[in-house]
């Protein structure tokens, strides 16, 4: 078996699985490097769950054993072994030890921003962007830490495209906007591992209504990743205590402008008309100087 496969394996049989199962595949979709690197034991315990929770995976999987799983992601390993994949997976292993934090982390982020790009998501960028164009609405639905993705991505949407409703949730009202969403709507919900309950329940009720969703997410068994017409998958787990936004929003960035460019001519005059209100409410600053709006310094602080 191929690693992808094997990845198309888990997402099949993700139903099929119990809850402790289905959290451990999970776990080998987004930490792939770290299976090929570490002991089953090792991995295990960096996941918080008992070894023998891989074991029984693996054999739900169709696998004799863990170590058969792990074969493949080893191959597949050192298939990529060049450039910031090879490097992250270094600092990662034995040679860990001499890397700082900060090396680590940006290696890590390297490597998520190369392996985000894959020909699935390549593939899946120019369909969502063909939709996107044609869809009657389309909303952004995000919370916690991946609001910040949904506003950036909104802001710039909205300079070309009027139909676009950002879902803050402020006051608690996330879901609030997709009360009027439906068939010809398109909902592109953003979460990562830990999931946000708000945001799978939001999914849950655009499906329902009849609008197609698009995950931006870490892994294709994701909670609520089963609603999903199209998914763009990208890791986020780096070496610290939080994960790292930053391949995801490389995604939506490329999705932004392969939108903008399905959009054709249309989307170029509202994006100058943006430009010019923009301009006339002097809305940015480009020059270096000191503005004359300055607050001067009062004579006692001299």
């Not at 597949?76 to 890397?99: E, I, K, M, S, V």
């Not at 936004?245 to 100058?272: I, V």
Request: charged share 20%; hydrophobic share 50%; glycine share 6%.
């Amino acid at each position: 078996m191929t690693f992808d496969g094997l990845m198309q394996t888990l997402r099949d049989r993700a139903g099929d699985l119990s809850p402790q199962l289905q959290r451990a595949a999970m776990l080998l979709e987004t930490h792939q490097h770290d299976i090929a690197l570490l002991s089953m034991r090792d991995f295990a315990r960096r996941c918080d769950l008992p070894p023998a929770t891989f074991s029984r995976l693996a054999r739900a999987l169709g696998f004799d054993d863990f170590a058969a799983l792990r074969d493949i992601c080893v191959n597949h390993l050192r298939q990529q072994a060049d450039g910031f994949t090879g490097r992250a997976n270094a600092l990662q292993g034995d040679d860990a030890a001499g890397a700082s934090e900060a090396e680590r982390i940006g290696m890590a982020i390297g490597a998520h921003v190369q392996s985000a790009f894959s020909p699935a998501n390549l593939a899946a960028l120019e369909t969502v962007a063909s939709a996107l164009c044609k869809a009657r609405r389309v909303f952004l639905l995000g919370a916690r830490s991946c609001l910040a993705l949904t506003h950036a991505f909104g802001y710039a949407a909205q300079l070309f495209d009027d139909k676009v409703t950002l879902c803050a949730g402020s006051g608690n009202t996330l879901a609030d906007p997709l009360r009027f969403c439906g068939e010809g709507d398109i909902v592109v919900a953003v979460t990562f591992d830990p999931y946000t309950r708000e945001v799978v329940e939001a999914m849950q009720y655009a499906h329902a209504r009849g609008a197609r969703l698009v995950y931006v997410t870490d892994s294709a068994i994701a909670p609520g990743a089963e609603l999903a017409w199209q998914h763009l998958v990208a890791p986020v787990a780096i070496p610290s205590f939080f994960h790292s936004l930053a391949a995801p929003m490389a995604l939506l960035d490329a999705l932004l402008m392969t939108w903008f460019r399905h959009a054709g001519p249309t989307a170029l005059a509202h994006l100058a008309d943006s430009d010019a209100q923009l301009k006339q409410q002097a809305a940015y600053v480009r020059s270096a100087r000191r503005s004359e709006a300055a607050v001067a310094v009062p004579p006692t602080q001299r």
